[in-house]
């Protein structure tokens, strides 16, 4: 184990230096800088802001300094909010992200799982055709319909949670609740082709040969096989989650990463815009690597080393 978790470690940091390096490069490239406003600097005081910074240097200077910057994880300071670095910043707006990823992933797996299940049981029957048509539907709406929708019920109407705004721990239900959804179409739709395929194997006439009950063949047997497609759909779509929908962010006002990430892009604030980008790229790797292992003690037929 130790040993395949150092060999993904060692192969993702190639991986992390190009994502690293096309981006830098990318933001330098894009139009605008982070000191255009809508009423231009003086040339002296732009000049200055520029040296301050060390965006004066030629870009090579600039990307060697980056690199060594990167490798003591040092993002540098933000060139909008000043006297905050990057790392603060990201520190201060991850909590709201995981907060409300780790409460989607748990709502799409809560739910996309067991509806998966029913829905196979019987086949071509009401007890697949709805849970399958509750799932289709959750794939065709997006999170901008979802969400005024849940606003409209849970809030306007029932007046349980507020409609915006991240102060109480009630505040993040109906955000996850509303990514959550989302996901958790598509991992019933999964979870149920993956029951289906397990059912005729022959593992699973072994287990009803020996006089199994059929719950235990079904949700035992059955089941732990039948999670490692899921798994695999799992690990990065967890990554997504955790780094924060955009939209659900903007429309809940809550000041996650993901929301902060479009300021930056707006305010061509780059070191920003690269500490964001890495920061995703790492939890993604990382999210990846426990993905792996966690099918390999699903299946273990999968060998680590």
């Given at each position: 184990?130790?040993r395949?978790?150092?060999r993904?470690?060692?192969e993702a940091v190639?991986v992390l230096?190009v994502v690293?390096?096309?981006?830098?490069?990318?933001?330098?490239?894009?139009?605008g800088?982070?000191?255009?406003?809508?009423?231009?600097?003086p040339?002296?005081?732009k000049?200055?802001m520029?040296?301050h910074y060390g965006?004066?240097k030629?870009?090579?200077?600039?990307?060697?300094?980056?690199?060594?910057n990167l490798a003591?994880?040092?993002?540098?300071?933000?060139y909008?909010?000043h006297?905050?670095s990057?790392?603060?910043?990201i520190?201060d707006?991850?909590?709201?992200?995981l907060a409300?990823?780790?409460?989607?992933?748990?709502i799409?797996?809560?739910?996309?799982?067991?509806?998966g299940?029913v829905?196979s049981?019987?086949?071509d029957?009401?007890?697949d055709r709805?849970?399958?048509g509750?799932?289709?539907?959750?794939?065709?709406?997006p999170?901008?319909?979802i969400?005024?929708?849940?606003?409209?019920?849970f809030?306007?109407?029932?007046?349980?949670?507020?409609?915006?705004?991240?102060n109480?721990?009630?505040?993040?239900?109906?955000?996850s609740?509303?990514?959550?959804l989302v996901y958790?179409?598509p991992?019933?739709?999964?979870?149920r082709?993956?029951?289906?395929?397990v059912?005729?194997?022959d593992?699973?006439?072994?287990?009803?040969?020996?006089?199994?009950?059929p719950?235990?063949?079904?949700?035992?047997h059955?089941l732990?096989?039948?999670?490692?497609?899921?798994?695999?759909y799992?690990?990065?779509?967890?990554?997504?989650?955790?780094?924060?929908?955009?939209?659900?962010?903007?429309?809940?006002n809550?000041p996650?990463?993901g929301?902060f990430f479009?300021?930056?892009?707006?305010?061509?604030d780059f070191?920003?815009i690269?500490?964001?980008?890495?920061?995703?790229?790492?939890?993604?790797?990382?999210?990846n690597l426990?993905?792996?292992i966690v099918?390999?003690?699903?299946?273990?037929r999968?060998?680590?080393?």
């Amino acid at each position: 184990m130790f040993r395949f978790v150092l060999r993904r470690l060692l192969e993702a940091v190639p991986v992390l230096f190009v994502v690293a390096t096309a981006t830098f490069f990318l933001a330098r490239f894009a139009p605008g800088g982070p000191f255009d406003e809508a009423r231009p600097l003086p040339p002296e005081v732009k000049a200055q802001m520029d040296a301050h910074y060390g965006l004066d240097k030629p870009l090579g200077v600039q990307y060697v300094r980056f690199l060594g910057n990167l490798a003591r994880g040092d993002f540098g300071p933000s060139y909008k909010y000043h006297g905050w670095s990057v790392n603060e910043l990201i520190a201060d707006r991850v909590p709201a992200s995981l907060a409300l990823g780790g409460g989607a992933l748990a709502i799409a797996l809560a739910l996309g799982i067991p509806l998966g299940c029913v829905a196979s049981i019987k086949p071509d029957s009401w007890l697949d055709r709805l849970p399958t048509g509750i799932a289709t539907l959750g794939i065709c709406l997006p999170t901008f319909v979802i969400g005024p929708l849940l606003v409209l019920i849970f809030s306007v109407w029932l007046g349980w949670f507020n409609a915006s705004g991240w102060n109480v721990p009630s505040d993040f239900v109906l955000p996850s609740l509303t990514l959550g959804l989302v996901y958790a179409a598509p991992v019933a739709r999964l979870m149920r082709a993956s029951m289906l395929e397990v059912r005729g194997a022959d593992y699973m006439k072994t287990a009803r040969a020996k006089g199994l009950s059929p719950l235990r063949v079904y949700f035992v047997h059955g089941l732990r096989n039948a999670l490692i497609p899921v798994v695999s759909y799992v690990a990065p779509t967890a990554a997504g989650l955790i780094s924060g929908s955009f939209v659900v962010e903007s429309m809940f006002n809550v000041p996650g990463l993901g929301q902060f990430f479009v300021k930056a892009a707006f305010n061509r604030d780059f070191t920003m815009i690269v500490g964001t980008v890495m920061f995703y790229a790492v939890v993604l790797v990382g999210l990846n690597l426990l993905g792996e292992i966690v099918l390999a003690k699903l299946n273990p037929r999968v060998r680590l080393d």
